[in-house]
């Protein structure tokens, strides 16, 4: 009896395809080009080779499909979204445009910001208005609705976004006006009520403007999918990856895009999660280079942190303030612009930079031979002799490397460098990058990740994780079994949930019960809602609780939980404490004898997946290890190129040891072990590596 599960994960260069068996723990992998103007293209590719290597039909797959995605943070990055509308109150129609009016560089006179998800052009205001108490003052009429139906059908509009002052506490005026559009128009129509319904009008309407823009991205492309997937006889339904770990029905997601945006790299993190409670190592720190992009995500105590907020489509990926600040729960993570087709270039003052615009799946690095003529992270790695061009996804995907050459040629001559010695810089830099990135998310979290273990994964990540980790202090890097397409294997260890908010501000000592708990019954109502959706028996849905809290005059808030259950379940003292005692651990201090207000509570309805477990029975090695081949290889600027080993994965059994300098080849990926680094190979099949000396002992 078999019990097949599929996963698929579209990256910006590569789309990641993993099949699991649960019953026997069987797994088959497959990585294929992503296809960014057609994206279903790429995953048809992929699945019929997965299933192709698997030996298994369509119709033996009866469980979930469970989906991960970059296309919603690509398309909001690129612009490349549809034409959608937004309608807001009478008055506030340059919302998008002022922004919040922080600078996030004071000194910078020619600062810049992403413009809008939906151009002035497209934005309508309406009179209508509801107080701050949630009493409404004045309702649509049905002539300004009719004016408005009218020039929505006039601008051409795709979708439309509905903002309307104070809808987080009474949504009544929205509801009519999206009922009465979807009815005349025939688009997708989306709330701030539904999508972001909180305080602070900026960051409520940039949610719900993106959440519209990428609704016809996403839309036609799930609905092509499942189409296609029930007409090759695919028994499952899909479930998509949301950006803070769960997953939902396409349906819920179709309506809810903006809840995407870090889907992918969300997967990266769960299936990081669940290396470092078998592996028991706390904490661990994910470290995901793939063709675009690199990720890092620190676990502690077996899970990612959660945040509130996001900002995506920065201006400058280094700014914060430069984006738009989206409110939706996310994995804590940074991301960055360096990944295998990360570009390499000299700017004004002679100095090398690498990313973060990428090559990305086409035309991809200049050794795809796609066309590319800029240097990239990929082609240093394949003319310092870390990656075999011959072996590039086994074999199926040779690399150039004389068109790789003939790309970093023309950066070498500008620096007025060796060759070799560009690429090694190359490599050198966006190590760096890198590690600056995941320094800045430890200082941000209060963590110093100096000695945290590694966990690499990704295309580009163990190639890169060794160098990394000793920039980082660490001793340990993780090379886990099939790395490259972990992002696909953790949506399949994730859960279905959903992370829902309302604001409500009240002192804590003061708070309506029965206008919280009404507030709560309709926030379980939709969590119940949206994971029956996606399959969950009611008795199985838990609830947890928590409240965005702050001392009265303050301006930010903290987030704190409080417990589980079908009800509220902490009194006013009781959150007060907790808030205290987070406060205290945040900023060392506590404010006394200062009213602490609620301002927005929180419910996150979830159901754990049934347990899967690949098969980690790996034979144990006998004696040391065998090379299947050498060749050279150069691991910095200045060195002369060391002849090192290259052994197959395949070939390592668990107890299996050997030393840096030396490559482990799979098909998907290749990981490189610097010298000074020792590998054990463990008994489920992943790659322990130690270092043994300090960097500058080994060069």
């Keep these: ?417 060796a060759l070799i010695d560009t690429a090694a810089g190359v490599h050198e830099v966006v190590n760096q990058n890198m590690a600056a990135a995941a320094r800045m998310h430890g200082v941000e979290m209060g963590i110093d990740l100096r000695g945290i273990p590694l966990i690499a994964f990704g295309g580009a990540g163990p190639v890169h994780a060794c160098g990394v980790a000793e920039l980082l202090e660490a001793d340990t890097v993780v090379f886990p079994v099939n790395a490259s397409v972990l992002s696909a294997f953790g949506t399949l260890v994730s859960p279905v949930r959903i992370d829902l908010a309302r604001s409500l501000p009240r002192p804590i000592d003061d708070v309506d019960l029965e206008a919280r708990d009404h507030l709560l019954d309709e926030l379980r109502d939709e969590g119940r809602r949206v994971l029956q959706a996606a399959g969950v028996p009611a008795d199985k849905i838990v609830f947890r609780y928590g409240v965005d809290a702050r001392y009265a005059g303050q301006g930010n808030e903290i987030t704190i939980w409080v417990g589980e259950g079908d009800a509220w379940p902490a009194s006013a003292d009781e959150v007060i404490a907790a808030f205290a005692a987070e406060y205290r651990r945040i900023y060392g201090m506590e404010i006394p004898d200062v009213a602490v207000e609620a301002v927005t509570w929180r419910l996150s309805a979830l159901a754990t997946t049934s347990v899967v477990e690949p098969d980690a029975s790996l034979a144990d090695g006998d004696g040391a290890p065998v090379a299947r081949s050498h060749r050279p290889m150069v691991f910095g600027r200045g060195h002369d190129a060391v002849d090192a080993p290259v052994y197959r994965r395949s070939d390592l059994g668990a107890g299996a040891s050997f030393a840096g300098p030396a490559v482990v080849e799979e098909r998907e990926t290749t990981s490189v072990i610097r010298p000074g680094w020792t590998v054990e190979v463990s008994a489920d099949g992943s790659l322990i590596a130690s270092r043994t000396t300090t960097s500058r002992e080994s060069a």
Excluded at 52 to 77: C, D, K, R, S, Y
Excluded at 232 to 251: I, Q, R, T
């Design 1 to 417: 009896m078999t019990d097949w599960r599929l996963a698929v994960d579209i990256g910006g260069t590569f789309t990641d395809l993993v099949l699991l068996d649960g019953a026997s723990g069987r797994v088959v992998v497959a990585k294929t080009l992503t296809t960014p103007s057609a994206p279903l293209d790429g995953v048809r590719t992929g699945v019929t080779q997965l299933l192709a290597a698997a030996g298994v039909q369509a119709g033996e797959i009866t469980a979930p499909i469970v989906h991960a995605t970059t296309l919603i943070t690509n398309a909001l990055i690129e612009g490349k979204t549809g034409r959608a509308g937004l309608v807001t109150t009478r008055g506030f129609g340059d919302t998008l445009l002022i922004r919040d009016e922080h600078r996030y560089d004071m000194y910078d006179l020619q600062i810049e910001f992403p413009a809008p998800p939906i151009p002035r052009e497209l934005t309508f205001e309406i009179d209508e208005r509801t107080g701050a108490d949630g009493r409404v003052i004045t309702e649509p009429s049905t002539t300004a609705l009719e004016a408005l139906a009218a020039d929505l059908s006039a601008a051409d509009v795709e979708s439309v976004a509905l903002c309307f002052l104070n809808s987080y506490v009474n949504h009544a005026n929205e509801t009519a006006v999206a009922e009465y559009l979807r009815d005349e128009l025939g688009v997708p129509v989306c709330l701030s009520a539904e999508i972001s319904p909180q305080i602070r009008e900026y960051p409520r309407m940039v949610t719900t403007a993106c959440n519209a823009a990428t609704m016809p991205v996403i839309g036609p492309y799930l609905d092509e999918l499942q189409k296609w997937l029930s007409a090759e006889g695919f028994g499952g339904s899909v479930l998509m990856m949301l950006s803070n770990g769960g997953v939902v029905s396409a349906e819920d997601a179709a309506r809810g895009p903006i809840r995407l945006v870090e889907s992918g790299p969300a997967a990266g993190a769960l299936a990081g999660s669940w290396f470092a409670k078998r592996l028991d190592v706390d904490p661990l720190l994910c470290f995901d280079m793939g063709g675009t992009t690199a990720k890092a995500c620190l676990i502690e105590h077996g899970e990612p942190e959660l945040t509130n907020s996001f900002e995506v489509a920065r201006a400058y990926r280094f700014k914060k303030g430069s984006g738009f600040p989206v409110s939706v729960p996310s994995v804590d993570l940074v991301e960055i612009g360096a990944g295998g087709g990360s570009l390499a270039r000299v700017d004004q003052f002679g100095l090398l930079k690498v990313g973060p615009e990428s090559a990305g799946a086409e035309p991809g690095p200049a050794s795809y031979g796609r066309g590319g003529t800029v240097p990239t992270v990929t082609d240093a790695d394949v003319l310092l002799g870390l990656l075999d061009p011959d072996a590039f996804l086994g074999g199926d995907m040779p690399l150039d490397a004389s068109l790789a050459e003939a790309a970093m040629q023309g950066v070498a001559d500008e620096l007025g460098l």
